[in-house]
Nanobody, 124 residues
Framework: QLQLVESGGGLVQPGGSLRLSCAAS????????IGWFRQAPGREREGVSC????????NYADSVKGRFTISRDNARNTVYLQVNSLKPEDTAIYYC?????????????????WGQGTQVYVSS
């Protein structure tokens, strides 16, 4: 059973940066598409970014394009989300998810395994 654990969240000022990590155990991460999602208080969870199993394809939500970068290190069984130029509206719990599929997307129903999330709070 694949298990995912997110880390790297925290409190950051507007304009700041964080690197979120999604570490996998129980199965090699290299065969999975990985997505990052977030849920802000009072809002539905939304897709942020995804990366194909080899890292050759990446996709981003319009709201984070140019500010967030997804990457993966299959040797370390870890996927990263570099989040830069943070805004208060980026405040949310960030989740990673995995899917055994060929196509990378940012729809929740495409993913089978989910982590517990890491909190990102952007405030001055």
């Amino acid at each position: 059973q694949l298990q995912l654990v997110e880390s790297g969240g925290g409190l950051v000022q507007p304009g700041g940066s964080l690197r979120l990590s999604c570490a996998a155990s129980g199965f090699p991460l290299a065969v999975y598409v990985i997505g990052w999602f977030r849920q802000a208080p009072g809002r539905e969870r939304e897709g942020v970014s995804c990366i194909s199993s080899t890292g050759g394809f990446r996709n981003y939500a319009d709201s984070v394009k140019g500010r967030f970068t997804i990457s993966r290190d299959n040797a370390r069984n870890t996927v990263y989300l570099q989040v830069n130029s943070l805004k208060p509206e980026d405040t949310a719990i960030y989740y990673c998810a995995a899917a055994f599929r060929r196509v990378c997307g940012i729809r929740q129903d495409e993913y089978d395994y989910w982590g517990q999330g890491t909190q990102v709070y952007v405030s001055s």
